[in-house]
C-alpha cells in the first residue's frame, strides 16, 4: 500500500468525487449545494489520497477575527467511514497544521456540532483545546 498523499481538489471532477465523502459529514446537503461551496471566496478543499483512492477531505480558509489571531478555519473534516480509525484522520490534521503555519496563521480552529462525541474525542485526542461555543440562529 503506497503512502498517503494530500493535495488540493481544484477541478469539478475532484469534487465530485469528494462529494460522497462530504456527505457522510452533511448528510442533508444537495450535490449542488456541496459543488456551490467551490465558488467561496478563500474556500480550499484538499483530498487524502492512497494509490487513487480519495479517502478523507478537508475544507479550510484562513480569517481573522477580533476574538482570535490570524487562524486556519476547518469547515469540513471527514474521512470516509471505511477508513476510519486507520490514522487518516491525524495525517489530515498534521498536514492542516503544516499548511496553516506556512501562511503565518497562530491557530487551528474549527465548530464541532453537539453530539458528535467521536469526533470531539478525536480532535482533543490530537492536542486541540475545547475554547468555546458557537451559537447560532437560522435566518
Not at 462530504?22 to 494509490?51: N, Q
Not at 501562511?103 to 485526542?125: H, M, P, T
Request: hydrophobic content about 40%; aromatic content about 12%.
Amino acid at each position: 500500500m503506497a503512502d498517503p498523499r494530500i493535495e488540493e481538489l481544484t477541478t469539478e471532477e475532484e469534487w465530485d468525487a469528494a462529494i460522497p465523502i462530504l456527505k457522510e459529514l452533511w448528510t442533508d446537503a444537495s450535490d449542488e449545494f456541496v459543488r456551490s461551496w467551490r465558488d467561496e471566496d478563500g474556500y480550499r478543499l484538499f483530498g487524502l489520497f492512497v494509490d487513487e483512492e480519495l479517502r478523507g477531505v478537508v475544507g479550510l480558509s484562513i480569517q481573522r477575527v477580533l476574538h482570535h489571531a490570524r487562524h486556519a478555519w476547518i469547515h469540513d473534516f471527514v474521512v470516509t467511514a471505511a477508513h476510519r480509525g486507520e490514522g487518516y484522520g491525524s495525517e489530515l490534521l498534521d498536514f492542516v497544521e503544516s499548511w496553516a503555519e506556512a501562511r503565518d496563521c497562530k491557530y487551528v480552529a474549527l465548530a464541532n456540532r453537539e453530539g458528535n462525541d467521536d469526533a470531539l474525542e478525536f480532535y482533543e485526542g490530537e492536542g486541540m483545546e475545547r475554547w468555546g461555543y458557537v451559537v447560532e440562529t437560522e435566518l
